[in-house]
């Protein structure tokens, strides 16, 4: 069971994580619709502004109270995020609060903090308004894709892509729900499944990439179907451990260094965005969310391999 003091770290960790990643799904889903879906435009505009507060009120609690760890992993802004964001909004005209990510970039990591009983109940509310504001959206997710599959509705981004973003949700859900359980997460008994998760959320942003890119960007569309490829690949190896019919440590070394690759891809492509050097359809925002979620993995397959 999970002290008090373990418990908000580990919330608020999460929180700096996943909340920047949900309201940027919203945006993402919100610049898809067409005119006609625009009660659509207006609910995902809504859930972005609900994780902007979710956000907000998680950084307020943070300074020295957060793993370091987590604020140097790159998973909670990078180099590139305010300019992207501030990108995102000259192209689009949504008021990205911009003031968050340069809070963010001035929480200072904590290390043995005291017991706290008033924080405590702080972020089991905290972590309740998420876990409702999440299952709200995993709800809209799915009925925009069930629109979208029944030919009912569409939109700019591949039906793959809504369920993919769907399971992020799903996943931020399901460790809030174990977090007010006080259950942490059992990394030795729990890293396969997560690396066959994020192996396959990998691959599927390669795709991704290789599927906004200009069809003149022809070096770049074959990196990127080379590291789908190579992410199909661990996945399965991933599902094979789960089932105990694969040596583990060798998996996760692979995940490491491809993850370290794709990583490096990625924050290449966000430059290279930014500064006007690649063709593509690529929102600037979405070449720094996918860079900040290869960020993520890799704290955790490091951590897998301490625990190995």
Known sequence: ???????????????????????????????????RDMSFTAQADAFRREFDGILGETIS?????????????????????????????YFTGVQIPTQLTQAEAGLAGGGRIPANPMLERHVFALNQRAINATAALIQFKNNILSNVLNCKMFTLNYPLLIR?????????FQQLRRLQNRKG??????????????????????????????????DLINQANNFGNEFDQLTEKAKEAM????????????????????????????????????????????????LREANHYLRLLKMFERGK
């Open 1 to 35: 069971m999970l002290s008090g003091v373990e418990f908000i770290k580990q919330s608020l960790g999460l929180h700096l994580f996943f909340a920047r990643i949900m309201k940027e799904h919203a945006f993402f889903l919100q610049m898809g619709f067409t005119p």
């Open 61 to 89: 609690l943070s300074n020295g109270v957060v793993n370091p760890g987590v604020l140097q992993s790159g998973e909670v802004i990078t180099p590139f995020t305010l300019n992207a964001e501030r990108a995102t909004i």
């Open 164 to 172: 993919h973003i769907t399971r992020e949700a799903e996943l931020y």
């Open 185 to 218: 997460i059992n990394l030795k008994r729990e890293d396969h499944e997560l690396e066959f998760f994020w192996n396959r959320q990998m691959g599927e942003h390669a795709k991704f990439i290789r599927g906004l890119l200009d069809p003149t960007e022809n």
């Open 243 to 290: 089932d105990a019919a694969a040596p583990p440590d060798k998996i996760t070394e692979e995940s490491l260094k491809a993850t370290e690759n794709l990583r490096d891809f990625k924050a290449q492509g966000t430059q290279g965005i930014l500064e006007c050097k690649i063709r593509s359809i690529i929102i600037p925002l979405l070449g720094d969310h996918v």
